[in-house]
């Protein structure tokens, strides 16, 4: 961009603001965003419009609107096309992936037959019109080498591993099946969350979380202190194999919800959570003891096989107890997962039906790799301390 027209630009932008105050931000936005894309192009291309260069390395090929939202509103770019090149703003990067994971994955649907007439709704508004197997293949190669270059990154030393699973519908051998997505995070000696793993296989059976597990500690996962999970067979199976003596807290909002199944009359589960709580939220191991003690004493009687439930499993969910004060309401749950969960959720629920397990991991990657990066670059979750 010249002088001149950073002048003009500015002006404009500064007349608006003026004349609309905090109303014009959106449009202000617009125009900012709109010339320095122009202006990245410019550098990309080495040459600027219209210009005549020797060290040209493509051409302009016009724009393509994109509608965004910010917190001054929704507003429409311009987004500077190429030929000969490859090139997209910087500025737009953020979500560049999860936005192509996802396009593919309707795409795909859309080319193997599985298409509603919402799908190809969707379709044409995000890819712009029809789409060939060729293009689909070409590009779903493309991104698939970049995300899994983040899948096979080395790991290290990483103190509290938290580990989950969700489902979703994927086609397989002619049928639609719920396959599992298996997630592993970590929270590293500076105390920052990283997302160490991510995984689809058609169960949360033993072997594929064991397959799972093994491949992390392959990369070179060590160090882990304790581990933090919903109970689950397979899981536990495949835990006590590969992280063989690491403590287990066993996540306290799902045992909590595993208990309501023993309790005998709905009008008990109130007061029945209530003094799980004080267990759960004992100062030390000896305490949770002792209300424990009070708890099964109270309803041995009226509810003795949560009696019998609560002094097989909730021990299980004690291990937070033996962490410095200012750890355990972080890690006494996997509720720390439910922003990562609700971004996948909020891409999946779009694509309804994933045409096979590479389509659906290819977008849960695509999603945890950009909050990865919100969390390597964002603060301390977890201030680790060496003392109580």
């Known amino acids: 961009m010249t002088r001149e027209n950073e002048s003009t630009v500015m002006n404009e932008v500064m007349e608006l603001i003026c004349e609309q105050g905090l109303d014009g931000m959106a449009e202000a936005y617009r125009i900012l965003l709109n010339e320095a894309m122009k202006a990245e192009r410019s550098a990309v291309l080495g040459a600027g419009p219209y210009q005549r260069a020797e ?26 096309q190429t030929r000969g090149i490859a090139f997209y703003p910087s500025a737009l990067e953020k979500g560049v992936r999860s936005e192509r994971a996802l396009k593919l994955a309707i795409a795909e649907m859309y080319v193997q037959g599985v298409s509603t007439r919402k799908i190809d709704q969707i379709l044409h508004e995000l890819c712009g019109g029809e789409v060939s197997s060729t293009e689909v ?11 899994q270059q983040w ?3 080395p790991l290290a030393a990483c103190p509290y591993l938290i580990l989950d699973a969700r489902y979703e519908h994927v086609r397989h051998g002619g049928n639609v099946v719920c396959c599992a997505l298996l997630i592993a ?24 979380w064991r397959e799972f597990l093994a491949s992390l500690q392959d990369r070179g996962l060590h160090g882990v202190k304790l581990i933090v999970s919903d109970d ?13 003596g690491v403590p287990w807290q066993r996540c306290q909002f799902h045992l909590l ?17 209530a003094d799980l709580r004080t267990i759960l939220h004992a100062n030390d191991r000896r305490e949770a003891q ?8 109270k309803y041995q009687k009226t509810a003795p096989k949560l009696v019998q439930w609560l002094q097989d499993n909730i021990g299980d969910s004690l291990a937070a107890l033996d ?21 996948i959720k909020r891409r999946t629920r779009v694509a309804t039906l994933f045409p096979n397990e590479a389509s659906l991991l290819r977008l849960a990657s695509a999603v945890l790799i950009e909050i990865d990066q919100e969390w390597q670059t964002g603060k301390v979750y977890l201030s680790i301390e060496e003392s109580r």
């Open 137 to 147: 293949s070409r590009c779903a190669a493309l991104l698939d080498e970049e995300l």
């Open 257 to 273: 919800q595993n208990a309501m199944a023993y309790v005998p009359k709905q009008e008990m589960k109130k007061e029945v959570a």
């Open 55 to 80: 060290g040209r390395k493509g051409y302009a090929n016009g724009f393509k609107p994109k509608t965004l939202q910010s917190r001054s509103g929704g507003f429409t770019v311009s987004v500077p």
């Open 323 to 343: 962490l410095p004060a200012a750890q355990r309401r972080m890690l006494r749950t996997t509720n720390m997962l439910e922003r990562l969960n609700k971004e």
């Open 232 to 244: 689950h067979a397979g899981l536990k199976a495949a835990r006590e194999a590969r992280f063989a």
């Open 185 to 208: 995070i970590g929270i590293g000696p500076d105390g920052k969350r990283s997302v160490l793993g991510v995984s689809v296989s058609l169960s949360e059976a033993e072997v594929h």
């Open 290 to 297: 002792d209300r424990l003690v009070q708890v099964v004493a």
């Open 151 to 153: 899948r096979g990154r």
